[in-house]
């Protein structure tokens, strides 16, 4: 659990299931939306106390629908080669804590529609899912570190709905062109909103656009530099060490 330690930049005080109990996913399918079997990821996510999620060994995992998952959680993929494909992708609904490390998420679908269950205590009717790899709605404290994302029907990742407090690092992106898009919003609005990009690799057309004060987002990547000897540690700032190629 020393990972949770590690995450700097804007989604700094993010702790996931830092202290919580371990929760081993032993079970690769994903058949029931509202009693999810217990050891499967879908089972995990909802649980009401903080967890550190784990896998047994290499899987690859098709959700039916998208993965609703409750605050406080860790999904730690190290050790092992988890492939979330061919199916919807993660939704973090209005959750925080949330760290998402080591996992390959590609080849997302439109999640179809129906009861789903996002919490031990809650269910209920969902519309059809947008296809994004990683759906951030109206949460804050978010840490993705490590994953390897391309070919998602929407997005790889969206931040929508006043999200923030959420870092971004040393992952690979792939086909897809945008790294960021301001949707919904002027850029006489965005143009003040803190975006900064450390040491990205942009290839074939993709791009990435920064925003905010440079003053304010040159003293965060000053803040990097504390964190270069630690042998843990190779996470800050929104987008930092990640690399993009359309």
């Known amino acids: 659990m020393r990972l949770a330690d590690c995450v700097l930049g804007f989604g700094a005080k993010t702790t996931g299931g830092k202290n919580g ?41 098709r959700l039916n629908r998208e993965l609703i998952m409750t605050s406080d959680k860790t999904i730690d993929g190290r050790g092992v080669e988890v492939h979330i494909q061919g199916g919807a992708g993660f939704t973090l609904q209005f959750v925080k804590n949330i760290i ?13 529609g129906g009861m789903i269950r996002d919490s031990m205590q809650h269910f209920g009717l969902r519309t059809n899912s947008d296809g994004d790899g990683v759906s951030i709605i109206g949460s804050s404290n978010i840490w993705i570190d ?4 391309r070919n998602c029907y929407d997005g790889l990742i969206d931040a929508v709905m006043a999200s923030t407090a959420i870092t ?10 945008e790294v960021t898009r301001r949707a919904y919003a002027p850029q006489s609005e965005w143009k003040n909103w803190l975006w900064t990009s450390d040491n990205d690799l942009l290839f074939n057309g993709a791009f990435f656009v ?10 965060l990547r000053e803040g990097f530099s504390c964190c270069k000897t630690r042998n843990l540690c190779g996470a800050t700032y929104t987008l930092f060490r990640c690399t993009s190629s359309y």
Request: charged fraction near 20%.
């Open 21 to 61: 109990k371990y929760y081993i996913v032993n079970d690769s399918s994903d058949a029931s939306m509202l009693n999810p079997k217990l050891g499967t990821l879908r089972h995990a996510v909802i649980q009401p106390k903080p967890l550190w999620i784990i896998f047994s060994k290499s899987m690859v995992i």
């Open 100 to 112: 998402i490390h080591g996992l390959h998420i590609h080849d997302i679908q439109q999640g179809p």
């Open 146 to 149: 490590h994953l390897s994302m």
């Open 168 to 177: 971004i690092s040393n992952c690979n992106f792939r086909d897809h062109n």
């Open 210 to 219: 920064e925003s905010g004060d440079p003053k304010r987002k040159a003293t």
